[in-house]
């Protein structure tokens, strides 16, 4: 499978307003990958340095109880950042990602974005709003699932993203919602 580094290009400079100085060099590590659903981008607990952009397909980001259990952080769309800030800053991936549907993803490793941080302001702006974004769906989360009822939550969620109601199982939203499937 061939990468397509122009995608990954046009998010970057549209997060950097500006274009990217050095891309050549970032551009030869861009690595796409494809995987099958049901199948683990990573597991929690691993290593992983790397930003990996959402090209097509949905991930679920999910906590994983030491009895099996799983936990609903987020569903992913294409655009969406797949990457682990505990990992990126050199610890392990504190939640597992996984393919719901068949997926390609293309991947940057961190540090190279990092030398260009620390290098380029057009690269640094771009690092501060890829991790914003998460921050801010983190908090709107953190408030619906400790204010709001699972109706509510629901509402909200069709209200934001009407596209993954469409391309997840009810399983999956019930879960992303917080009740079980049969509610």
Do not use: C, N
Not at 35 to 52: I, K
Not at 61 to 77: P, T
Not at 113 to 140: G, S
């Amino acid at each position: 499978m061939a990468s397509d580094p122009t995608t990954v290009r046009a998010l970057l400079e549209h997060l950097a307003e500006d274009s990217l100085p050095e891309w050549d060099i970032l551009a030869r590590s861009i690595t796409p990958r494809a995987y099958r659903r049901g199948e683990q981008v990573f597991g929690q607990g691993s290593p992983d340095q790397t930003l990996r952009f959402l090209r097509r397909g949905v991930v679920r980001l999910a906590y994983e109880h030491e009895d099996g259990r799983l936990f609903s952080k987020s569903i992913l769309l294409e655009g969406d950042l797949v990457a682990s800030a505990t990992a990126l800053a050199g610890g392990a991936t504190t939640f597992s990602a996984t393919a719901l549907t068949e997926v390609v993803l293309e991947a940057l490793p961190y540090p190279a974005v990092q030398r260009l941080m620390a290098r380029h302001i057009a690269w640094e702006r771009v690092a501060r709003k890829l991790f914003a974004d998460p921050a801010r769906v983190k908090e709107q989360r953190e408030f619906e699932f400790l204010t709001l009822s699972a109706e509510e939550r629901w509402r909200g969620l069709l209200a934001r993203r009407p596209d993954v109601a469409t391309r997840v199982s009810q399983a999956e939203i019930a879960a992303l919602i917080g009740i079980t499937p049969v509610a």
